[in-house]
């Protein structure tokens, strides 16, 4: 029997990450309601646009159970950090989808890609994955695409090509939700990517040179960039914060270049 048609979807998301979703399906003619964080870059897009949402409040779930001016076809949970109540999934016709940053079930959890980034992997993916309301990133493989990391990229333009990519397979999904095979998840090629600590991130930032490569350097100055910090390291007495860190191409010996200091 043919699938009906999406047409309404009730939205869960925070992030510029999930605002990217969010305005790609919105531009694409889609009805959604949004669930979110009050001033969150979700919430202020739903307010600039007339669309309808509701703040979040872990203390009063099930949320997302308040009338709707339309009945919703399907759930769609991206960047939101919280599981979708089993109450809240049985409300729509088809249930849920979690969109996720990586090629699952690498990098289940919180944080794919400072994870990404920090191990130096070349590429990463997209997976539209089936929200299970007790289990983060852990439901059938409904849709999963591959991209190539740029190596010259930064952790913050790595952030924005993310968001487009999320956003291109999200629609590429619905509309054509039988484009993939679903698939059960390869238990034994999953990975953590639990969320990094502000204590972790300090210490990750402070680098030796004599210790670890450039590569190591660099990779982890990207993965800070995500979080707007950057390299500390020791030279000559001083502390220096490593600004700008990328490795010199076609180069036999590991060295850091283009690289601007500041005491």
């Known amino acids: 029997m043919k699938q009906p048609p999406i047409k309404n979807i ?3 998301g925070t992030d510029t990450l999930s605002t990217a979703v969010l305005s790609k399906v919105c531009k694409h003619g889609y009805n ?4 979110t964080k009050l ?7 739903c307010q600039k ?25 399907l759930g769609i949970v991206a960047s939101f950090g919280h599981m979708i109540p089993n109450k809240v999934i049985r409300s729509t016709s088809l249930g849920f989808v979690n969109i996720h940053p990586s090629l699952i079930p690498k990098y ?6 400072p994870h990404t980034l920090l ?10 994955l089936e929200a299970l309301p007790r289990s983060f990133d852990e439901g059938r493989i409904l849709h999963q695409k591959q991209f190539n990391i740029p190596t010259s990229m930064s952790g913050s333009e790595f952030w924005d090509y993310t968001a487009d990519n999320m956003a291109d397979v999200t629609l590429e999904f619905l509309q054509n939700p039988s484009l993939s095979e679903p698939r ?18 300090k210490s990750l930032s402070r680098v030796c040179p004599h210790v670890q490569t450039a590569d190591q350097i660099f990779n982890i100055s990207r993965c800070l960039d995500l979080y707007n910090m950057c390299v500390v390291v020791s030279w000559q007495g001083k502390t220096l914060k490593l600004i700008s860190v ?18």
């Open 108 to 113: 289940q959890g919180a944080a794919p890609l």
């Open 246 to 263: 990328s490795p010199i191409a076609n180069s036999h010996v590991k060295e850091l270049a283009r690289t601007r200091l500041r005491t």
């Open 119 to 128: 191990n130096g992997d070349e590429k990463y993916g997209i997976s539209v």
């Open 184 to 201: 059960t998840q390869d238990k034994s090629k999953s990975s953590p990517a639990p969320r990094i600590s502000k204590k972790q991130l």
């Open 49 to 73: 646009h007339g669309l309808p949402v509701e703040i979040f409040r872990k203390s009063e779930l099930p949320f997302g159970m308040s009338p709707s001016s339309f009945h919703r076809h």
């Open 10 to 12: 009730l939205f869960y």
């Open 32 to 35: 959604v309601s949004a669930i």
């Open 39 to 45: 001033k969150s870059p979700v919430y202020k897009f």
